[in-house]
Nanobody
Framework: EVQLVESGGGLVQAGGSLRLACAAPGFTFDEHSIGWFRQAPGKEREGVSCISSMDGRTYYADSVKGRFTISSDKAKNTIYLQMNSLKPEDTAVYYC????????????WGQGTQVTVSS
């Protein structure tokens, strides 16, 4: 069974930075799109960013454009989400997920990592 493991969450003051990592021991991200999602208490899950392992194309939600950067390290088989200029409204549990090329939805999900931004 594929298991995605997120790390890097924590407590940071507004304006600070965190870097989240998504790793999948024993699994390769080739032919997958990897997405970062977040869910705040009482709110629906929302897509934050994603990257295609095929061509490197990236996507960002309007709320994080210019502040977050998604990247991949194929040698480490790890996807990163660099989060700068964090705001209290970025507080949420962040999940990474993998969608196989041709699949209609994300196939695999991690358990999430908490990000808390204090004002």
């Amino acid at each position: 069974e594929v298991q995605l493991v997120e790390s890097g969450g924590g407590l940071v003051q507004a304006g600070g930075s965190l870097r989240l990592a998504c790793a999948a021991p024993g699994f390769t991200f080739d032919e997958h799109s990897i997405g970062w999602f977040r869910q705040a208490p009482g709110k629906e899950r929302e897509g934050v960013s994603c990257i295609s392992s095929m061509d490197g194309r990236t996507y960002y939600a309007d709320s994080v454009k210019g502040r977050f950067t998604i990247s991949s390290d194929k040698a480490k088989n790890t996807i990163y989400l660099q989060m700068n200029s964090l705001k209290p409204e970025d507080t949420a549990v962040y999940y990474c997920a993998a969608q196989q090329v041709g699949a209609s939805d994300y196939n695999y999900w991690g358990q999430g990592t908490q990000v808390t931004v204090s004002s």
